[in-house]
């Protein structure tokens, strides 16, 4: 009788299992992500590209040419987001705050801040990725003297003002005029590549000056469909209604991860039943 009990057990308990085995085909996805809104601004080339300014408004200006550093279109509307510059001093460390402004709405998004301080003769410069779009602790770093950068007499000189990017949604500089497209992230890259290879940016993954610089304000858009590293809630809840081309489709980036959902159940009747 104890020998019939177990067996009718046993064979419940593989019934069971091989219904939870099937519910794992249904639970399976494939999610693919082509590029993310990281690829779109390449910090390290941002970093050389800072070296060739004379000022905050010349960065902004050699930022948004055509067929320069910038291929970020956040909301996905096929014209590259206008990036806006704004810097102040924050206790002897001056401090640059890069903002993608969407072209399809004039949302405001955090990008990366370049922070530089003063060292006896020479600057240590820190480009910090914006967390939404790089993840955590996303740096670039370098030292150079305070003769090796027009931008360095601008930051440090008598003559030094805050900058605020004049330009907003629909009102555009000549040099942006009505905006231009992205290229795929494969050409962007090739693009950068120059700057890329003879920098002496290094990525490091905390920060290298004296002290941590607290943002004076934050710009976060819930209407960023381009996959993000860190996304806020409503960040979230956007793409979630709204998906990426770059989830949907396959196509020119470079990440492509695959997410499977399965029951230890499974697994367990597998290694059981030798299936």
Partial sequence: MKNHNYLVLLLMTAFLFSIVGCNDNYSRTDTRITAYAADGLDLKAVGEL???????????????????????????????????????????????KLSAMLSGSGDLQDVATIEIEK?????NVQIRGNEQIYGSNHYYHSSFGLTDALILYWLFGRSYRPYYSPWGWGSYPGYYGRGYAPVPVRNYRTRTGTLDRKSTFARSNRNRLSREVAPSSRNVSSRVK?????????????????????VRRGGFGSRST??????????????????
Avoid at 60 to 73: I, S
Avoid at 258 to 275: D, E, I, L, P, Y
């Fill in 258 to 275: 695959r997410t499977t959902r399965s029951s230890r159940f499974s697994r367990s009747r597998s290694s059981r039943f030798g299936k």
């Fill in 50 to 96: 800072l070296k060739t300014a004379k000022d905050a408004k010349d960065l902004e200006k050699k930022l948004n040419k055509p067929g320069g550093v910038n291929n970020l279109d956040l909301d996905e509307d096929g014209k590259v987001d206008f990036i806006k510059v704004a810097s102040a001093d924050q206790q002897g460390i001056r401090v640059m």
């Fill in 119 to 123: 060292s006896n003769q020479n600057a």
């Fill in 226 to 246: 381009a996959p993000l590293k860190r996304p806020t809630s409503s960040q979230k809840a956007f793409q979630a209604r709204n998906p990426s081309k770059q």
